[in-house]
């Protein structure tokens, strides 16, 4: 992390880069950490963004963020292999959140509702035996709170079979979209017609046990607060 | 398209490349067109990994598919910049659904299920007019299906304002997972843990009106039929 950027972190301010700057009119561009925690924390999907074989891919894994280092980490083999390839490359880390339709009276003001932010870096693997661990136990926790200390910790073994990317939390765009369509005001106002916002809405069902599982085994608490009525990615 | 590649179509099958082909064991992955198709359908949002600036990024944004043509329409002017750079570029259209997530009795064997599309091709930027309104009509029906017909079609000034691309169905990646956790054969079935599958929802909340829309403008039948009830991304 470069001194102005560390300076920008500590005052609560992403850093702007060339690839960071906001270009467009109609999202709204943040710069405060907070926005971007936040996205981070509603989520535990996310696209990585990476060259394999030169070809750009898009990659759906899941990740979680230490949030005391700054430090995210993202799970899979696909990003991994890219790394063996190019060791120094940047990749982009994407959590995105589609709040809603935008339906405007006019096709061309029709948008989507959305939080997202793109994390960019050169990743590092997770080779260190504790840091696995540890970088396992963030990604599980950040999927299931409560999860890690029910489930069996990973084994030696099992471990060296994990693929774990580290990602500095230093560079991010963050950008949302929100409230109602924007045509209101002009002459499509006068069209007569409806115009609003259809929220989408993402959350866990009641759980389903595997049918593997013998009789008297209880829904543990920490996995019936996640749904319905738990919080969604 | 190959003569195999389109002969792989025609028989249902899509063509299998060196990226296409499925490495891991644990995910399923499947040469179906109708699979693909089902994944695209069942969506609205993509990310589009594409390189800009030398930097790989995963961008989110919506899309649509011309299923008798086969071509993918994504909406966005970072695609754009990228295209203006590098205009033989391949890029990669991914479409996810989260289904759930797979809570096993070790943290190992933890997962996700899902559908994914990984589209691969080089895409073509719409600039003839008449395509421009054929793939913006397929995108916001892919949204809001009946929202073409109800909303003010966009004049000749916004079109041009308005950034698409096209992309050949032709080399796709489609990978599932599905099904409950996979440990409760072997020693940790013996542990005594809940595991199981908590779904995850994604559906269409109940209209909300712009705050300037005139009183006695009804909701239309084809938003109301989005949501609550209807599908979701």
Known sequence: MSF????????????????????????????EVADLDAILRAGFVCHLGVVVDGTPMAVPTVYGVDFATRTLYVHGSVASRSLVQAPDSTVCVTVTH????????????????YRSAMVYGVPRPVTDGDELLHGLQIVTENCAPGQWEYAREPSR????????LALTLEEASV??????????????????????????????GAPEPDPALPAGIALPPHVAALGPGGSGS
Do not use: C
Request: aromatic residues 4%.
């Open 157 to 164: 073994k099992e471990l060296a079979a994990t693929a774990l």
């Open 175 to 204: 950008k949302t979209a929100s409230g109602p369509p924007q045509d209101g005001d002009g002459p499509d106002g006068e069209l007569g017609l409806w115009a609003g916002v259809v929220p989408l809405r993402t959350y866990f």
């Open 4 to 31: 102005q950027e560390q300076n920008q972190q500590q005052s609560g301010q992403l850093a702007v880069t060339g690839r960071t700057r906001h270009r467009r009119l109609r999202e709204q561009g943040s710069t």
């Open 98 to 113: 589609i709040d809603g339709l935008v339906l405007a009276r006019s096709v061309f003001e029709h948008g989507v509702n």
